[in-house]
């Protein structure tokens, strides 16, 4: 899986760290198609909106942020049909952005 960095400035709201923010391949073909802005969706798993998770994922990702010992994972409904996941690791050192046909 090949995987393009992403920047994105830290702001107040953001309840941790990405470590290094990449996008595989097949989000940065959307992006350079115009089909998809991953900015957004970034700053809301940042800010621990999990997306389209049920209660049980949300509450590991809830218990994960605390604890510090387990991924954070989001899935986001763009448009009807295309998604989006970002997973952040375990020891918050790498936040890649990706299509769920990538994972």
Not at 55 to 62: E, G, K, L, P, V
């Amino acid at each position: 899986m090949a995987a393009q960095a992403l920047s994105i400035s830290q702001t107040p709201s953001l309840r941790f760290s990405p470590g290094q923010v990449v996008m595989t391949c097949g989000v940065d073909d959307l992006v350079q198609q115009g089909r998809l802005n991953p900015t957004p969706y970034l700053r809301r798993h940042l800010g621990g909106d999990w997306g389209d998770l049920d209660d049980s994922d949300r509450r590991q990702n809830d218990a994960a942020l605390k604890s510090g010992e387990d991924r954070l994972f989001s899935s986001y409904e763009v448009t009807p049909g295309l998604k989006i996941w970002i997973i952040t690791e375990w020891d918050r050192s790498v936040t890649t952005l990706l299509l769920p046909s990538e994972y």
